[in-house]
């Protein structure tokens, strides 16, 4: 699993490192963005992640307009996408915007590797 | 019954108010021909005449003392009548005529002192009693014509009274209408608007806007609607949204904390000895965070009840800014807060709350210039007062949001891409509260693109430099 690559974006550093973390323990390699902004700039010179693990409220960019340039830029390419967030009129919002799946938080770490996997896979 | 009915009865009500006197008050200006004045004496007149003409009878009887004496009784009646008919105007011709024949007869009668009518032959006698008669009969004649011209006249001035009721009635009832209509428009027009909207605002509909602006008070009720409506609507809609922001902010630390002891759960002993040094202060720093928002939540709806109290009490105040910029400056890395100034100097306030709004401005410095960079602090003593001053090289506020930035929920970053910059827009709200109630004044300077500096004053204890 080790060629796995994963992208968070999460503005809030605390959770991104431990959501990191966590996923680098199970053989992940993980890379994180602070905003959608940083997350396209980072897709553009490292090249598509395998998943993209997308908060919505980020400062600067927020998940809507990622989603929303993502798959205007890479129509083709693009990896599959996971919605993190905690409001609850999420789950059909995270369709709308044609994410894969969705992981409400707070979430059990056994939900979020069972999801990754998944979609990984 | 709607208002509309009731203005329409109420209309007519005035209507025949207005009519039914008015008739009878126009009625008397017409002019009322002089010759109907005399209809009476016409009447009169000729009753007078018919009462001459029997009276000849009396001469058959041969009693002429007393026939006579009965005629120019008559005949002074007769005169009487025909000078006021003179009086009122009457066609010449007629009393002329009148006047002639009555002459005549009397003549006659006068004449019979020196006569004595019964040496008359009954040839002489029988053509006095005819030249009387013909010339009573022309009298009648006479008085027959003069009321049939007054009947004429009567006619006419019907005629003209029914043509002066009749525009009265009209301008009447085209005055009414008018007044009707204007009543409707800037009356009951209005307020039903006014109902309507209401109506809707009782039931949440706050999107109908009160459509007329007239300068009375009926314009200045409604605007007065309008802006409850807005208020309403504004509240209403920050109340939802400052509900969904709390439970979004209510569950990042919440999901920090479970991630943090899950990863933990599957960890072997190395791995948590090593883990645990940051696993705690991350614990430590949500726990923090949780209870700041809680308390945010909790000051909001106490402030509705005014029941937030303050504690004062003399406390120096360098030390608690040396306290809460320590703890700060850790809060982010890409941040560094800077103590420019920092006078030791005693206040008499609630320690907590300023220390509250004191971590609040720093919190929105750090948050609001999230290039990192330093924040500048000061606490100096100006006008026997202390002012304490925060201020970022951020992102700064717009202008046309300025003079809202206190209001309760309001995040003047709303809509802009900092929109998400996690905040529940009660904070500044919350400090100008707590600085206002120890009497002091709160304040900023901001520019877009440059950065903010806000501050605040407290007024200093009794025991500094008294």
């Not at chain 2, 008050?25 to 000729?46: A, C, D, G």
């Not at chain 2, 006021?84 to 005549?104: H, I, P, S």
């Not at chain 2, 006479?142 to 009209?170: K, P, T």
Request: negative net charge; glycine residues 4%; contains cysteine.
């Amino acid at each position: 699993m080790k060629d796995k690559r994963i992208l968070i974006v999460e503005d809030n550093s605390d959770l991104s490192m431990l959501t990191k973390l966590a996923l680098t323990k199970v053989g992940y390699t993980v890379v994180c963005a602070s905003n959608g902004e940083e997350a396209l700039k980072y897709i553009e010179t490292s090249g598509m992640p395998d998943l993209i693990l997308l908060d919505m409220k980020m400062p600067v960019m927020d998940g809507w307009e990622f989603s929303r340039i993502y798959k205007s830029r890479f129509p083709k390419s693009a990896a599959p996408i996971i919605v993190m967030t905690a409001a609850q009129d999420s789950e059909a919002r995270a369709t709308e915007i044609g994410a894969e799946a969705f992981i409400g938080k707070p979430f059990e770490l056994q939900e979020l590797f069972a999801s990754v996997n998944k979609m990984v896979s | 019954m709607s208002i509309k009915a009731k203005l329409f009865i109420a209309n007519i009500l005035m209507f025949l108010a207005a009519l039914i006197p008015g008739s009878v008050l126009v009625k008397s200006y017409v002019e009322v021909p002089q010759s109907l004045k005399v209809t009476r004496n016409i009447y009169s007149l000729v009753h007078e005449l018919t009462l001459l003409n029997n009276a000849m009878v009396d001469i058959r009887l041969r009693d002429v003392k007393r026939a006579k004496n009965q005629w120019i009784a008559i005949s002074n009646q007769i005169e009487t009548y025909i000078d006021e008919l003179e009086d009122t105007g009457v066609e010449a011709r007629y009393y002329e005529t009148l006047n002639e024949t009555n002459d005549l007869i009397r003549r006659l009668f006068l004449g019979m002192d020196t006569a004595d009518v019964t040496t008359l032959t009954a040839e002489q006698r029988k053509f006095l009693i005819s030249q009387v008669n013909l010339k009573t009969h022309d009298m009648i004649m006479v008085g027959h014509i003069l009321l049939s011209v007054m009947q004429e006249d009567l006619q006419v001035f019907n005629n003209r009274a029914l043509q002066y009721v009749l525009s009265f009635f009209f301008l009447v009832l085209v005055i009414m209408i008018l007044e009707y209509f204007f009543l409707n428009r800037y009356f009951v027009n209005p307020i039903i608007e006014l109902e309507a909207c209401v109506t809707d605002i009782g039931k949440g509909n706050f999107d109908r806007e009160v459509p007329f602006a007239e300068k009375d008070e009926l314009g200045s009720l409604g605007m007065a609607i309008n802006k409850m409506r807005n208020d309403l609507k504004v509240l209403t809609t920050s109340k939802e949204e400052f509900l969904s922001t709390a439970a979004h902010e209510l569950k990042t630390p919440i999901t920090v904390l479970k991630t943090t002891s899950q990863l933990m759960e599957g960890m072997d002993e190395k791995e948590v000895v090593n883990f645990l040094p940051y696993a705690l202060k991350t614990i430590n720093r949500q726990c923090n965070q949780l209870n700041k928002l809680v308390v945010d939540v909790l000051e909001v709806s106490r402030l509705e009840l005014e029941q937030t109290e303050l504690r004062k009490t003399d406390f120096e105040m360098s030390k608690l800014v040396e306290d809460v910029t320590f703890d700060m400056d850790k809060v982010s890395e890409r941040h560094k807060i800077v103590v420019l100034e920092n006078k030791a100097v005693t206040v008499f306030a609630d320690r907590t709350r300023i220390e509250e709004v004191l971590v609040n401005l720093l919190d929105n410095s750090i948050k609001y210039s999230p290039g990192g960079g330093e924040v500048e602090v000061k606490s100096s003593v100006k006008d026997d007062s202390l002012q304490v001053s925060v201020k970022d090289q951020g992102i700064g506020i717009p202008k046309e949001r300025q003079d809202k930035i206190f209001e309760r929920f309001y995040r003047a970053h709303e809509g802009t891409s900092y929109e998400q910059v996690t905040s529940m827009g009660v904070g500044l709200f919350l400090s100008k509260q707590f600085i206002n109630k120890h009497g002091g004044e709160i304040g900023f300077n901001s520019v877009e693109g440059k950065g903010t500096t806000f501050y605040f004053t407290l007024p200093l204890s009794r025991k500094e430099g008294l």
